[in-house]
């Protein structure tokens, strides 16, 4: 009975928390920021699908994952994907490049012959976009065949 007592408050614990998280507030937006892609510019062709990708950031701040100070994020580069759901944290796999040490540019290796899209997310200390969210334009490249 006390294993069946201690499962039941446990499980109401859980729960709680996991309310708790849906409902908390993002993390408002800095006031007037943009977020933008320095390089490639949009139409750009990448021989060898090898770039450096330069991020622009205007009034705001860059600070790594887990520092949250106000008006701050880091970056998140999208590619060949749509933005994800903002009240959400940002997945992390080969669509979404996470940047969480503070980098504002970053090298991109063996992207493959074909037409790419790449587009950046500010994210706050928790990998969730800010509200409103902040995001650049999706620009598109073409690597062409080797």
């Not at 499980?11 to 708790?20: D, H, N, W």
């Not at 977020?35 to 021989?47: E, H, M, S």
Request: proline fraction near 11%; aromatic fraction near 6%; include cysteine.
């Amino acid at each position: 009975m006390l294993i069946r007592a201690v499962a039941i408050v446990a499980l109401l614990a859980v729960s709680g928390v996991m309310a708790f998280a849906a409902d908390a507030e993002r993390t408002p937006a800095p006031k007037d920021a943009k977020v933008y892609i320095i390089w490639p510019p949009d139409g750009a062709v990448i021989r060898g699908g090898k770039l450096w990708v330069r991020m622009g950031l205007r009034n705001a701040g860059v600070a790594p994952k887990g520092v949250c100070l106000p008006n701050t994020g880091h970056h998140h580069l999208l590619i060949d994907t749509d933005l994800p759901p903002f009240d959400q944290e940002i997945p992390s796999d080969r669509q979404h490049l996470h940047f969480g040490g503070g980098q504002t540019e970053a090298r991109l290796e063996d992207l493959p012959p074909g037409k790419h899209t790449l587009q950046l997310l500010l994210a706050d200390c928790n990998h969730v976009p800010h509200d409103p969210p902040l995001y650049s334009e999706k620009i598109t490249i073409t690597v062409p065949p080797y």
